[in-house]
Every structure is written in structure tokens, then in C-alpha cells.
């Protein structure tokens, strides 16, 4: 039976005849997991074809390490040959707030929901690592623990396990915590009786496809990542295509649209691990303070957050789409500034950024005491005033 740990009973200390089950419920609560259970790595059958043709159909972009790790993603047992059980653990990081209120904010940045303060990757990481150790030292068998890097499809085998179904936004729903769990799985050789999988509760609902900003669903349940905000804000590391610089609206790290759309989120809880709850200078940060972040300063302020991942220059090319969308010509002087800067990534959503913020003839002055020779850069410049081809 999968154990939703908010809602049972946690017990303080073990039972005197515990089943290796009730120890791992037990640990599971200790290490501050929501839920919990179990799945065998057979249990995910019609993943592997639909993993193959998201890759097929190019819908995972630039990330290569989809493809190259298709056959161990798609199947436990091609990972790890030896495992027999799958135990799926879920974190509950459930915002104090509806994080869309943000998005009207437009001199504010958004940050989505997961990364406003510590990295779930080390915090769930660090959890998970302790408790196989105490299923191995009681089973004597193998065990390894998976968080969102490794190659292994951790939404079907929740989805598998009970925790939650896969909605169609494509991501694991819960009937207690909405839209947001972080995922993480000990893979072991023990034998560990499964739960009974999770049915689909979506029904004839479609806000979270409705909701979506840049039309990323090409059907229900599919996501083509290339048009997702979270993919060309963290993990493309070009430029954001033209077509999605709108859309992207003042989201500078990720997006929760879909995810917020859910009405299962009505059930949803605040956060009770106090490394998931927001920040409070990275609840709504003003874009003026984050386009001024030097490289030491953009370490410095997301030390410990997962946005450092993505360095300092492609946050600040998301941070001068948002200012390019904010309509606030109180940042053209920091955007201006940008133009100098030693990323050409920067540079070049500086120059779409001050296309936006100021009339075409004071584009043009700029534009004639610039003297770039970066072509990508150059390529916005002549995007942004195509009358002047002459910017070679
Ligand atoms: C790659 C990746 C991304 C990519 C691609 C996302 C995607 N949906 O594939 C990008 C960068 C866009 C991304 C974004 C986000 N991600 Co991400 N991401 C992953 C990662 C590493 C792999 C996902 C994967 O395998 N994709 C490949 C596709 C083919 O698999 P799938 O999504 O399971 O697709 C299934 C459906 O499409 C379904 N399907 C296909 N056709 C049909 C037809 C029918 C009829 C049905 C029923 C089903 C169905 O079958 C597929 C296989 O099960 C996982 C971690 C992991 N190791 O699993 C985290 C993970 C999915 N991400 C996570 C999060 C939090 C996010 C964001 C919310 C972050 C943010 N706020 O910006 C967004 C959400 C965007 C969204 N709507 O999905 C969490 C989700 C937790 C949860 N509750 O589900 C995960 C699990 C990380 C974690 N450990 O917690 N992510
Ligand atoms: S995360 Fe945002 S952009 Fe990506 S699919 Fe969801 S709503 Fe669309
Ligand atoms: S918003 Fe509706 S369709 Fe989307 S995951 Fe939630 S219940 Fe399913």
C-alpha cells in the first residue's frame, strides 16, 4: 500500500517486529519525505516507445544527453540489470502563493517555484543516500539512488508506484499535493512487494494545456521541450529564439503556468522542509538589481540555489528578455551598459532588450557608435532595425 506520510501516522520510533516495508515508510518520514512506494522495474512498459519518439521527433532540442542515454532511461533494468525493486520518493514544494500573481510584475523578475532557495538536487540527494544506506545495512542487498540527473523516467515509475499520475502537462499530479513534488528513487536489489499503480484523474480537463504561454503541447500528455520557457530559460544556452521573447514575458528562471493551472492544487500544502520555502530576495527580485549582477555578485546571490547552474551570462540574457518585456524605460541605462559586456550572449539580448525600450531613432544613435564585430550579436542588431543593413 503506498503511504502518504503527511496524512498517516508517523512512527517515532520502530515497532519491535518491523517489516522492512514499515522500516522503510518510517525512514522515508524521518528524511522529510511526503510519500512513498514501491514499484517493480518492469512496471513502465509503454515508456520506452514514447521516450523514443520524443527523441525522434527532435522534442528534446539540444539536450543531447537525452539521446545518448535512451536505452538505460527507458528501461530500469538495462541501468542496473540486478535491480528488482524501485522505492519512488516524493518531496512536497508547494508555494505560499499563486506564483502566476508574479507575472503582472512586469519591473519583477520570476523565479520559478522549485529554485527559490536551496538545490532540491543535494537536499533530496543527500536524504535519499541516507536512507538506502539503512535499507542496505538491514537487507545486506544493493542499493543506488537516483535525482532528476541520472537516466532513469521518474514520472512513469511514480506514476507506477501510486504516488501520482502523469497529467497532461505531462508531469506528476498528486490528489494531495497538486503539482509540486520533486521526485527522487533508491533502486535496490531487494524484493519489496509493489503498491498498485495511480489512474488518470485529468478527465475532460485541459487549463494546464489552455495555460501555457508558448504552446508547447503539441497534443495532451506530449511536450515539445524546445517551446517550453523552462527548457529556453535553463537549459538552452543560446540565444531565446525571437518567437518566444514575448512569451517569455518576466519569467528569468523557469515557468510554473502549467503546473499552477492544475485545480488539483487545491489540495496542495505549503512546503514543511524550510530549504524548500522561498527566499525572500528571490520571491519577487526587481530586474534594475539583477541586471546589475556581475559574475562574483550572481555567484554570490544564488550560492546554494539551482540557478547558479546556469552561470551569470545566460541569466542575464533571460533577465534583459524580461526588461525588453517590461516596458520600463527607467532600465534603459542598464541595459545600455549590457551592450559593453563581455558575453556576446549579453550583449545581444541587450540590443532586442533596447529595441524594445526606445523609440527607433535613439536605437539607430546607438546603434552607429557601437562598434561590434560578434556575428550573433550582429544578427540582433540587424533584427532589431532591419532599415539599416548596413550594420555589418
Ligand atoms: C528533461 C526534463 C525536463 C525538460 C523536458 C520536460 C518533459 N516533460 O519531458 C524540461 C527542461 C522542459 C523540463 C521542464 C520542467 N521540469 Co523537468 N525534468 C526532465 C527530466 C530530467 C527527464 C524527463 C523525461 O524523461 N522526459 C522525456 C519524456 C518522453 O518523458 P515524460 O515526460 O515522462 O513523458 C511521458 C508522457 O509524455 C507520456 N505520454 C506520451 N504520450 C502519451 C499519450 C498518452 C495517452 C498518455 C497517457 C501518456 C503519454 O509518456 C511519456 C513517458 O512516460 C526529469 C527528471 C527525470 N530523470 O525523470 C525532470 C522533471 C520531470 N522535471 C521536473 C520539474 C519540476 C520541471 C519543471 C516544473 C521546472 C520548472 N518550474 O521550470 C518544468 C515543467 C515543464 C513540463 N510541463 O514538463 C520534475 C517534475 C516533478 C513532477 N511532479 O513531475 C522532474 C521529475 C525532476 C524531479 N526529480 O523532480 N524538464
Ligand atoms: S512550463 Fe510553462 S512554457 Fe513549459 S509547458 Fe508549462 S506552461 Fe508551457
Ligand atoms: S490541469 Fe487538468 S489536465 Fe492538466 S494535469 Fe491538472 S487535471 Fe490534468
Redesign the pocket.
Known amino acids: 500500500m503506498r503511504t502518504s506520510i503527511s496524512s498517516a501516522a508517523k512512527p517515532e520510533r520502530p515497532a519491535r517486529r518491523e517489516t522492512l516495508r514499515q522500516m522503510i515508510d518510517r525512514e522515508a518520514a524521518r528524511a522529510g519525505f511526503e510519500a512513498v512506494a514501491v514499484t517493480r522495474p518492469d512496471s ?1 512498459p ?2 520506452p516507445e ?2 523514443r ?2 527523441v525522434a521527433e527532435r ?2 532540442g539540444s ?1 543531447e544527453w ?1 539521446e545518448e542515454t535512451l536505452e538505460r ?1 527507458a528501461d530500469p533494468r538495462v541501468l542496473w540489470p540486478e535491480v528488482r525493486s524501485v522505492i519512488v520518493l ?1 518531496m512536497n514544494y508547494g508555494p505560499d502563493h499563486d506564483p502566476r500573481d508574479l507575472l503582472a510584475k512586469r519591473e519583477r523578475g520570476a523565479i ?3 529554485a527559490r532557495n536551496r538545490d ?1 538536487h543535494d537536499i ?1 540527494k543527500g536524504r535519499l543516500k541516507e536512507m538506502a544506506g539503512r535499507i542496505a545495512s538491514r537487507t545486506g542487498e544493493d542499493v543506488k539512488v ?11 515509475l ?1 506514476e507506477a508506484a501510486g504516488i ?1 499520475w ?1 497529467g497532461k ?5 498528486s490528489r494531495e499535493f497538486g ?6 528513487s533508491i533502486f535496490t536489489t531487494a524484493e519489496i512487494e509493489p503498491d498498485e499503480a495511480e489512474i ?1 484523474h485529468c478527465g475532460s480537463c485541459r487549463a494546464c494545456l489552455d495555460a501555457c504561454p508558448t504552446a ?1 503541447f503539441p497534443a ?4 515539445d ?1 524546445r517551446r ?4 529556453l530559460t ?2 538552452n544556452k543560446g540565444p531565446i529564439p525571437l518567437e518566444f521573447r514575448e512569451a517569455v514575458g518576466n519569467r528569468v528562471y ?3 503556468d ?2 499552477a493551472a492544475c485545480p488539483w492544487n487545491k489540495f496542495a500544502r505549503v512546503a514543511s522542509e524550510a530549504k524548500l520555502i522561498a527566499r525572500n530576495d528571490l520571491r519577487e527580485p526587481r530586474l534594475a538589481d539583477l541586471l546589475d549582477l556581475d559574475d562574483a555578485a550572481f555567484r554570490a546571490l544564488f550560492s546554494g540555489s539551482p540557478v547558479k547552474r546556469i552561470g551569470r551570462d545566460r541569466f542575464l540574457r533571460n533577465v534583459l528578455v524580461a526588461a525588453g518585456n517590461s516596458g520600463d524605460a527607467a532600465l534603459v541605462p542598464r541595459c545600455q551598459a549590457l551592450l559593453d559586456d563581455a558575453s556576446p550572449l549579453v550583449r545581444g539580448a541587450a540590443v532586442w532588450a533596447l529595441s524594445r525600450l526606445l523609440p527607433g531613432p535613439e536605437l539607430g544613435e546607438l546603434a552607429s557608435n557601437f562598434h561590434e564585430t560578434d556575428a550573433s550579436v550582429l544578427a540582433e542588431w540587424r533584427a532589431a532595425m532591419p532599415e539599416k543593413a548596413a550594420i555589418a
Open positions: 513502465i509503454l515508456a514514447r521516450l519518439q520524443f522534442f528534446h539536450m537525452m532511461r516524493a520559478s517555484v522549485y532540491y533530496v537516483f535525482v532528476d540527473t541520472a537516466p532513469v523516467m521518474e514520472k512513469p511514480a501520482g502523469q502537462h505531462t508531469n506528476l499530479v503539482s509540486w513534488l520533486f521526485l527522487g488518470d508547447a495532451p500528455y506530449r511536450l521541450a517550453c520557457i523552462s527548457y535553463i537549459e523557469g515557468c510554473d502549467c503546473l
